[in-house]
């Protein structure tokens, strides 16, 4: 089975620019959330989609970022405009149940 | 409320001990455990949800207290492939927050030497 995949893995972009991060969840996970690790800091909460509805967005820090999640498959995570800020590694997690989440492997997004 | 963890940082030799406790100023839901190591995804360790709930598997364990505002990770005889960063996540589900909606810890950063 496969896990979560996020895409890119790695991304480097100037400020003002705008990046696109994808998750595709776990096949048959309702649940999906996007969390942020600054660096040196805590994993934060950003949103969690159920299906194809936000449940809770109350984590996403201003409206530069835009989540969506098509037809309850796979999800995006739009930055825009980038700010130095928001360099950071972005972790998707899904789950079916309430319990654990299956995290990917993050995106790592570097502003400049 | 972000949790509290400690200690930041371990350093073991291989086989012996080590407790990293997590700890939160109200009483929680539930509490998860998570190892990452570098470069890679945060895996799922376990989740204790009951009061005075002690599980585990092989040589690492958990305990969640009666009051369930505080936890402890157990890594009895390490193990090289131990090391990584241990992050606790708890949760509070009440007036419609979402089920996964984890607040992390800061993290213990576990390293193990031969």
């Known amino acids: 089975e496969a896990g979560v995949t996020q895409f890119p893995s790695h991304s480097v972009i100037e400020k003002g620019q705008t990046v696109t991060l994808r998750c595709d969840p776990i096949s048959g996970h309702d649940n999906l959330y996007w969390y942020r690790r600054v660096m040196g800091k805590e994993i934060k909460f950003l949103l969690h989609?159920?299906?194809?509805?936000?449940?809770?967005e109350s984590g996403m820090p201003n409206n530069r970022f835009l989540a969506e999640r098509t037809g309850g498959t796979y999800s995006t995570l739009k930055v825009q405009p980038a700010e130095l800020e928001d360099s950071g590694v972005y972790f998707c997690a899904s789950s079916q149940v309430p319990g654990e989440l299956f995290f990917g492997e993050g995106s790592r997004l570097t502003v400049l | 409320q972000q949790p509290v963890q400690s200690p930041q940082a371990v350093i073991l030799r291989e086989g012996e001990d080590a407790v990293i406790n997590c700890s939160s100023s109200?009483?929680?839901?539930?509490v998860h455990w998570y190892r990452q190591k570098h470069g890679e995804a945060p895996v799922f360790l376990m989740i204790?949800?009951?009061?005075?709930e002690q599980k585990g598997h092989d040589k690492i364990s958990a305990s969640f207290n009666e009051k369930k505002q505080q936890s402890s990770l157990y890594l009895t005889a390490s193990q090289l492939s131990y090391s990584g960063t241990y992050f606790c996540g708890t949760e509070w589900v009440a007036g419609g927050t979402s089920y996964g909606k984890l607040t992390f810890g800061q993290g213990t950063i576990l390293t193990v030497h031969p």
């Open positions: 204790l949800l009951k009061g005075g």
């Open positions: 109200k009483a929680l839901y539930s």
């Open positions: 989609f159920v299906k194809e509805s936000k449940q809770d």
